[in-house]
């Protein structure tokens, strides 16, 4: 598989056409942001630890049925997926209060919440990504009642999926973000990433970040956190049976 011309250029990935048509090479980048961009910083090995733990957790939800954008990984720093048209949606899973769940709503980060609640936000960069309400998504035409439907299904799958995964290596699933696009034939697929930049991952014995709050709030290094994640990600069959 060839690289072709870049297509895009995020915060923390680059997207490449290839040689085959609908299938784009994502390169994740050593590069972390935080506060929509304003807080960036050049983090050597942390492109190779997201495709990593993307592949792992992705292969996982294909394996579980669910549909998404993952095809293969192709090198530590690359991986192929089907291209489709991005819906600009933040979609947000939490089990657990914390981060501007806690703030907007006052409630102390660490409290378990009854059921997962899921959240929207519009992706706009120019309107600081804001969230949203059902209402909201049909009005500005991102998604019909039905795909709304669809979505709050595949993120409470997911949420199910990453949850299991993660209770075995120890590691509460406090909230995650997804994204998904539509293919050319209009069925809805989970794409983008799903990694320690996008899920709040929180060790069950001392309830240390795992994630990018380290990051975001200064509480160490980020790499070996990240490094962390994937080594128990890659060890699990060794401890327990999946
Ligand atoms: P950002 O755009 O927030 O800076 P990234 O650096 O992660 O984020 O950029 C990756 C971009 O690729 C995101 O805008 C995401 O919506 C988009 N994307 C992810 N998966 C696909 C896909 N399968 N097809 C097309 N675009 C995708
Ligand atoms: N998240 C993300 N990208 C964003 C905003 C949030 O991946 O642009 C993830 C974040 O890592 C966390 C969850 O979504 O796992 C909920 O984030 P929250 O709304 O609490 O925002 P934060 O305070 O972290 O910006």
């Known amino acids: 598989m060839k690289r072709k011309s870049l297509l895009y250029e995020g915060k923390a ?20 942001t935080a506060l929509n961009g304003l807080k960036k910083d050049a983090v050597v090995g942390k492109g190779q630890m997201n495709n ?15 549909a998404n954008h993952f095809i293969k990984k192709i090198s530590k720093t690359e991986q192929l997926v ?11 899973v939490r089990n657990i209060a914390a981060g501007s769940f806690s703030k907007r709503l006052d409630v102390t980060e ?10 929207f936000y519009y992706k706009e960069d120019r309107l600081d990504d804001p969230i949203i309400n059902e209402d909201h998504i049909k009005v500005l035409e991102i998604a019909s009642d039905v795909e709304i439907r669809e979505i709050k299904n595949l993120a409470l799958q997911i949420n199910q999926v990453l949850k299991e995964l993660f209770a075995m290596i120890a590691i ?3 909230d995650f973000k997804i994204e998904v696009g539509r293919t050319t034939e209009g069925k809805l697929l989970l794409a983008d990433e799903i990694s320690p ?25 980020l790499i070996s956190v990240y490094r962390e994640v994937l080594q128990r990600l890659e060890n699990k069959g060794e401890s327990s049976c999946i």
């Not at 990935?13 to 972390?32: G, R």
């Not at 990593?52 to 669910?66: D, H, P, R, V």
């Not at 660490?110 to 959240?119: D, H, K, N, S, V």
């Open 13 to 32: 990935k680059k997207l490449f056409q290839t040689n085959q048509e609908n299938v784009l090479l994502v390169e994740y980048l050593d590069q972390a």
């Open 82 to 92: 089907q291209a489709v048209t991005m819906l600009p949606l933040e979609i947000v």
């Open 172 to 174: 509460d699933l406090v």
């Open 197 to 221: 930049d996008t899920c709040r991952l929180w060790d069950k014995e001392t309830n240390a970040h795992l994630d990018k709050d380290v990051y975001r709030r200064d509480l160490g290094d």
């Open 110 to 119: 660490g409290t378990a919440l009854p059921f997962a609640i899921i959240e």
């Open 52 to 66: 990593q733990i993307t592949a792992i957790l992705f292969e996982k939800i294909t394996e579980k049925g669910i």
